[in-house]
């Protein structure tokens, strides 16, 4: 649990309830800017939805 809340403090990213270590987050809907997404999350992400936005765990 404390896990997940420091990668939402650290970097706009919420995590599923069943999420553990290594698993992917999403990327919050607040985050619009392209130029800022591709910059935060590097190693890319999937869009399942507009709104749902899947990256690898950005600290891993």
């Known amino acids: 649990m404390i896990d997940s809340l420091q990668l939402t403090d650290s970097y706009q990213v919420a995590t599923p309830g069943n999420w553990k270590q290594g698993d992917d987050v ?5 985050l619009q800017d392209p130029g800022e997404i591709k910059r935060k999350f590097p190693k890319g992400y999937k869009a399942v939805r507009p709104y749902l936005r899947l990256t690898p765990q950005p600290n891993k």
């Open 26 to 30: 999403i990327i919050v809907p607040s």
